[in-house]
């Protein structure tokens, strides 16, 4: 073979070598090297949305730059040799590079990430009261098919505990980790063993792979085992489910009740706890009060809740010098979940909007590029302010959303706004929401029920404001009155389904509206004024 071919053939062997070399980032001249990870980057991750996510790898030597590229494009910031995203969203998909470079060279890892859909796991009852307990006694509680996945994918949990309750409420169920298949529901057990008399709150929370998180809220009593004799209690005052801003009074026979042979002396009642300011006592007899062998204690109970949520209060009474409570439950909004929000039954062809708002509570302003993850039946078909949007402290996002079933049978779908540091685009929290809704067949009859509230717009009052009749009778009769109960307004009409007025030169607060309609029948609710 000619001198030079064999020259040829050498060169080419060693820029071949090079090239792999190059290709491994091993490169060794004069004793620099280029930086080699100590554990370098997986491949490929893939996650749910909403959850978690962390990439990490250290270069063997020291004097190493580190910079995070995703999609080709320099991630600003990022120039540790570990990159964390708290809650991924589906724009967080795509091909992250950890370039490791010294003066000898640079060293490039690659990572793709691709996110899939977590199932959504739901509560079935948000809100259950535990009968009463004497101190010192034990009592299981069975809670059939708690939590339910209502999704399309399976369901990740890692843990299952119980806060609050003083220790007293114990979670005997083995939950998590495991996985909830969609459609599959799972039991918890609770054991209350009160150790002192009083209210026990706690809070059944699950943690899964998902940032949607469900949980219930366990309200119960333990008695005191020194009661005084003859004593007899009304169970928890359950008020049901209330729309917001409605009022719902319940008179309660019998609250505190003496079935011993000795008079018994009610110095106080009263309302504490920590939703205390959503009920009311309405009417009592005067106190104190001696109750006689065989008489009842009677009085009139009001809830009023303001928002979606749960809600538990208690009665503090004083009986012989003794604290005697009964518990007060209500709720608002798809089973009291504040982070479901229930469309209900449609038939074929029908669509149905809810309008949506997320409050900004923050002092500084924030950015919300897009609403994300919604799916399926289910879409967004407005936001004010329109996106993307920079919101001042305190303002709020309207999101409009509209279910629109193809098929029969049970539709869910997450949805989260992400709210956003302005000037760098950080993210600072996530709203999120569960969105629920049914499409029935078309059968031969179907039962409505009867709309039982008027209707105001907009809420919270401000400028022009109509109340409407959603069961389509006359009103002659509109009053308004303040939190002090002082009337700030009377408006008699002429009786038709809609009344229209000025709300503009009222003060931020509560208002308590009473609509009374041409049939004789009246009706009351609680509305807001914000400036």
Known sequence: MPRFIILLVLIFWLLAGRSRASEF????????????????LPASVSRPVGASLTLQSVASTDGVLYSWYKDGRLLEGEGEPMFAIMRLRRSDAG???????????????????????????????SHIAIPMTTVG???????????????????????????????????????????????????????????????????????????????????????????????????PVQFGNVDGYEVRDTSIVGLL?????????????????????????????????????????????????????????????????????????????????????NFGDVLPGEERDTLLVFHHIYDMGLRVDSIEDVEGAFEVVETSPA????????????????????????????LRVHWQVPETNEPISAARRVLRGSQRDQGTSVEIDEP???????????????????NGWDIVRVVMYNAQGVQVMDIIDSGSPTVRWSAGGLP???????????????RSLSVPVVR
């Open 452 to 470: 039982s509230i008027v209707e105001v717009l907009p809420l919270p009052m401000a400028g022009d404001v109509t109340l409407r009749s959603r």
């Open 257 to 341: 009740h003496n079935s011993g042979s000795k008079p018994l002396s009610i110095t106080d009642v009263r309302i504490v706890g920590p939703h205390a300011y959503h009920f009311a006592l309405v009417d009592h007899a005067a106190l104190p009060v001696t109750l006689q062998p065989q008489q009842s204690f009677d009085a009139v109970l009001r809830f009023v809740p303001f928002q979606r949520g749960s809600y538990g209060a208690h009665l503090q009474c004083i009986v012989d010098g003794r604290n005697v409570i009964v518990p007060l439950l209500g709720s608002s909004g798809e089973g009291g979940d504040v982070h479901v929000v």
């Open 25 to 40: 980032s091993v490169v060794d001249t004069g004793g620099c090297a280029v930086p080699q990870p100590l554990r370098p």
């Open 508 to 522: 931020s607060g509560i208002y308590r509206i009473v609509v009374l309609y041409q049939n004789g029948q009246s």
């Open 387 to 414: 996106l993307p949007a920079d919101l001042h402290g305190w303002e709020y996002l309207k999101v409009r959303v509209r279910f629109r079933p193809t098929g029969t049978g049970a539709h869910a779908s997450p």
């Open 95 to 125: 091909v992250y590079e950890l370039v490791m470079k010294n003066e000898c060279g640079a060293h490039v890892q690659r990572c793709t990430v691709s996110l899939r859909s977590e199932g959504i796991l739901v509560a079935n009852e």
């Open 137 to 235: 006694e034990q009592r299981d509680t069975l809670l059939r098919e708690a939590f339910r996945n209502v999704g399309t994918a399976p369901v990740t949990i890692t843990s299952a505990r119980v806060f609050g309750g003083g220790g007293d409420v114990v979670l005997m169920s083995a939950v998590g980790p495991g996985v909830v298949q969609p459609g599959e529901a799972i039991d918890i057990r609770l054991r209350f063993r009160p150790t002192s008399a009083g209210v026990a709150n706690a809070v059944i929370d699950l943690n899964t792979v998902s940032d949607i998180d469900p949980s219930i809220w366990v309200t119960t009593v333990a008695m005191q085992d020194d009661l005084p004799a003859g004593i007899e209690l009304h169970g």
